[in-house]
């Protein structure tokens, strides 16, 4: 998958124009969740790191970024710090395998750095876009 506009589809849900960008180095992940969010009527922007990621975003912000914590170029961490200060509205969901360490801990640190919600993989599509569905509506009713 390259990175960019993967594409868009609508849905008569509440969330018909909303934009996500997707940042993992697993490209078979990162296709899977392009799929999922295309299918709930997003629409969908892909990057496979933290940096081609903060690169996308600056270029086209996005309502919901789903960002991995462990990738090159750019790690999660920072990138969600560099999201927060270019567009604190921005809803963040970090997603992470943990690998040596443990995903709780990674996790909880990107949390403490601005992240809305948390995610541990391996987590399944339902999962993740009904947390997405909740930042959004939370957001929308906010405005």
């Given at each position: 998958m390259r990175s960019g506009r993967v594409g868009h589809a609508r849905s008569e849900g509440g969330l018909r124009g909303c934009r996500v960008l997707l940042i993992?180095?697993?490209i078979e992940l990162l296709r899977q969740m392009a799929t999922a969010f295309l299918s709930a009527g997003y629409e969908v922007l892909a990057?496979?790191?933290?940096q081609?990621?903060?690169t996308r975003f600056t270029a086209n912000p996005t309502d919901l970024v789903v960002t991995d914590i462990i990738m090159p170029n750019r790690e999660g961490v920072e990138t969600i710090?560099?999201?927060k200060k270019a567009k604190p509205?921005?809803?963040v969901i970090a997603i992470?395998?943990?690998y040596r360490v443990g995903p709780a801990d990674f996790l909880q640190l990107a949390r403490h750095v601005g992240a809305d919600?948390?995610?541990a993989k391996?987590?399944?599509p339902a999962e993740l876009l009904s947390l997405a569905a909740g930042l959004v509506r939370a957001h929308a009713s906010a405005a």
């Open positions: 993992d180095d697993d990057a496979p790191d933290g081609a990621g903060l710090m560099a999201l509205s921005v809803k992470s395998g943990g919600e948390v995610l391996p987590f399944g």
